[in-house]
């Protein structure tokens, strides 16, 4: 048997191959939309790819099942519950699908959406203790995926809540303890709360540890599961109806065209959004007017479908040798829009000069000592900013700042802090995308604001 997984840091992604070495078939798990390192892998172990299958339909990234397909000629597997534009192979709750000797059996595991499944891998079929279990959005190591991101017409997140503890506490808890735990995301993902950044696990280990898979009652598990969760970004629904549509594949190797600064703009007089993604340092320094900062070292993507739409036009703005990258991991969540980027940045700005603009990034001492007429913008999540907050701050998570920057005054000045002072700058350049004028970010952040308190 072969099980590899990929793991994407960016997006906290997990994706597998599973392969019989006897018979050389395969099936990928869960793919990116990416799929080349998956091609290459499978060629270099001699493997045919026959089928792709997603554990449920993704809102958070566009899956790569459709580039497989296309590739490879694989079949195209989802729980039963998915309705698809494109032919599907529906997969029903004890499902056994033959590599050779290595089997897998379809577990149907909803909660985080109705047609979610877990994928059991056996080295050889009728092996008493499975080898691994897939779990995609159901079990996480240390948590299990949330019930309200893609909630059914009809039904509700309590409803999905529901099949979640029966899910866990009836169907994965029943597996032997000796089983591998391969989840589809980790630490980071939105797709549900306390994620390890641990990238494996055992079934005894999660009844052991984690949180969810403790004994309660149903109501006490509903109640922990439906508090407390990240703010989804609105691209999420976007990308869990692309998941279930034909729509354009991704072509490998297409770079960004690079633009001209009369180019960029006449780009930007259209109404093109600028991604700029330098560090928020680097930013500050100088930018173009109603640039958006998403720096590229951070969450890029998922940030960046926090903060513009996917029928936007963008050009990316940043370090020469990393724009494809950006273009690329834009992609992945189906923002295919990307124009260009800006070619020699240095020399393009001093042509931009009258479109360039600087701005203030304050130490939490100098905020501390602004006047009450100040409004602070908390931009973290709801978990975040129960362990503590500023006395007085605004609260309006980045994910949903878009959408609400008019409950932000315009009248006064705005100082926008997160956790530690990289989606402030996000959250800041977004506010003055919008129109925003006298807007600051907190350098190093709430944690760099509670420090100050300690040694003051």
């Known amino acids: 048997m072969i099980l590899t997984q990929y793991y994407l840091s960016c997006l906290s992604h997990g994706s597998y191959l599973i392969g ?3 018979t050389g078939q395969a099936v990928i798990v869960d793919p990116r939309r990416d799929i080349t390192e998956y091609l290459d892998d499978a060629e270099a172990q001699h493997l045919d790819i026959v089928g792709v299958i997603n554990t449920h339909v993704h809102a958070d990234f566009v899956a790569g099942h459709l580039e497989l397909a296309e ?12 309705d698809a534009e494109f032919d599907v192979r529906s997969l029903k709750h004890g499902d056994h699908i033959s590599l050779g000797e290595v089997d897998l059996e379809i577990l149907e595991t909803p909660g985080h959406t109705w047609e979610s499944i877990s994928v059991l891998v056996r080295e050889r079929a009728g092996d008493d203790i499975p080898a691994a279990v ?7 190591i240390g948590g299990v995926g949330r019930p309200d991101l893609v909630v059914s017409k009809g039904s509700s997140a309590d409803d999905l ?12 808890l029943a597996l032997p303890d000796e089983t591998v735990l391969y989840p589809a995301h980790g630490a980071g993902s939105s797709c549900g709360k306390n994620l390890s950044d641990d990238l494996d696990s055992t079934i005894g280990a999660q009844r052991r540890t984690n949180i969810f898979a403790q004994p309660m009652s149903e109501d006490e598990f509903v109640a922990m599961i439906t508090t407390g969760q990240p703010a989804a970004p609105e691209y999420f629904a976007v990308d869990a109806a692309l998941n279930l549509k034909k729509r354009p594949t991704l072509k490998p190797g297409e770079d960004l065209t690079p633009l001209s600064p009369a180019e960029t703009r006449a780009a930007l ?7 700029d993604t330098r560090s928020p340092e680097q930013f500050a320094t100088g930018h173009l007017d109603g640039s958006i900062n998403v720096g590229v070292d951070g969450r890029f993507a998922e940030t960046a479908g926090m903060v513009v739409h996917e029928d936007d036009e963008l ?11 950006a273009g690329l991991r834009l992609s992945r969540i189906g923002f295919d829009r990307v124009v260009g980027y800006l070619a020699d940045p240095a020399n393009a700005f001093a042509e931009l000069a009258d479109l360039m603009v600087r701005t203030e990034r304050l130490t939490a001492q100098e905020m501390n000592g602004l006047g009450s007429d100040a409004v602070v913008l908390d931009v973290r ?33 705005v100082i926008v802090h997160c956790a530690s002072g990289w989606r402030s700058s996000v959250g800041a350049s977004l506010l003055r995308s919008h129109g925003h004028s006298d807007v600051k970010d907190l350098l190093g952040g709430y944690n760099e604001w509670a420090e100050s308190l300690e040694t003051s």
């Not at 590739?71 to 998915?82: M, Q």
């Not at 529901?162 to 994965?172: C, E, G, N, R």
């Not at 007089?269 to 991604?275: D, F, L, S, T, Y």
């Not at 975040?384 to 005054?409: M, N, Q, T, Y």
């Open 20 to 22: 019989d070495e006897t």
């Open 71 to 82: 590739a490879t000629g694989a079949w195209i597997g989802y729980g039963s519950h998915a």
């Open 134 to 140: 897939l779990t995609g959005d159901s079990m996480f």
């Open 161 to 172: 809540a529901k099949a979640m503890y029966s899910t866990i506490h009836d169907v994965l």
């Open 269 to 275: 007089e259209r109404g093109v959004k600028i991604i």
């Open 315 to 325: 050009v990316v703005v940043g370090d020469i040798d990393r724009v494809d990258e």
């Open 381 to 413: 999540n709801p978990g975040e900013r129960e362990d503590g907050a500023i006395p007085g701050s605004l609260h309006i998570p980045l994910a949903e700042l878009g959408r609400r920057h008019s409950e932000v005054p315009e009248a006064t000045e």
